[in-house]
């Protein structure tokens, strides 16, 4: 039991009665996603790094990026029951033309669930970067890439910077990192109408209009969290949007709630 590489836990998804998931960077120079079966660890131990990289059994050695721990049934030891090359799915939407490969970066603060500050030689500001985690969050990653497609040029959201990449495939994306920035408020309903006609007039709907989605700078508002943005001709459902948007903003709850790009 025990490593001698470096492991480094970057993210996790951890759950006491079903399998969990991490993703590790070993050695500095590659990443391999863990999944680990219920009732091999405590959720204690998993979700702190150093503790997790201190239990996991010896890595097996080879080119491999998908791992599997469960349990001897006989001695009750944790071990390697599988490792395999996976080819994990990556976003299809290359419409930009700058990449960043993650292992590039330079990771600072975590604002929320995979979106963190990062700083990278190729680029002379810091920036954000959204990413998926995990294979399951792609769609989302994928979605939003798109919608930063469609509202490219029209100072709706942070400008896009370019895709995330890991090991050849697009994992995510990094935007502008907005500075002294706050969230919007049932004060602000006017500047946030103006923003949300002009995504509408794009013919795109939000589809998550929470008060944390639109950043308030500089006297203007800036829309973020296009994942569930959609191409829409219903003018409806646009306007019905629209209409939405005051009680949105006066609504106190954390719904939504996380950091500023």
């Not at 939003?144 to 040029?153: C, D, K, L, M, V």
């Not at 998550?208 to 191409?231: C, G, M, P, V, Y």
Request: glycine share 10%; with cysteine; proline share 5%.
């Amino acid at each position: 039991m025990g490593n001698l590489r470096k492991i480094e836990l970057l993210q996790a998804e951890v759950d006491e009665d079903d399998q969990s998931f991490f993703r590790l960077l070993v050695d500095n120079q590659s990443i391999k996603y863990i999944t680990i079966d219920p009732g091999v660890y405590s959720a204690e131990d998993m979700y702190f790094g150093p503790s997790l990289a201190s239990i996991l059994p010896e890595l097996p050695p080879g080119d491999w990026n998908d791992g599997l721990v469960t349990k001897d049934a006989k001695n009750g030891r944790a071990y390697f029951a599988s490792v395999k090359s996976t080819q994990i799915p990556g976003v299809r939407n290359h419409w930009h033309g700058t990449y960043v490969d993650y292992l590039g970066l330079s990771v600072g603060r975590k604002l929320r669930t995979g979106l963190y500050e990062v700083k990278s030689p190729s680029l002379d500001c810091t920036a954000v970067a959204k990413f998926a985690r995990f294979p399951w969050e792609i769609q989302y990653i994928e979605n939003e890439t798109s919608a930063y497609q469609w509202i490219s040029g029209h100072d709706i959201g942070p400008r896009f910077l370019g895709h995330l990449t890991e090991d050849g495939r697009v994992i995510g994306f990094l935007m502008e990192h907005i500075s002294n920035a706050r969230h919007a408020g049932a004060q602000d309903v006017e500047t946030c109408r103006e923003v949300l006609s002009r995504l509408h007039g794009l013919g795109i709907l939000h589809g998550d209009t929470n008060r944390f989605n639109f950043l308030i700078h500089d006297s203007k508002a800036t829309l973020i969290d296009f994942d569930t943005a959609r191409k829409c001709d219903d003018p409806d459902v646009l306007k019905q949007e629209l209409e939405n948007l005051p009680a949105c903003l006066k609504d106190l709850s954390s719904r939504g709630g996380g950091g500023l790009p």
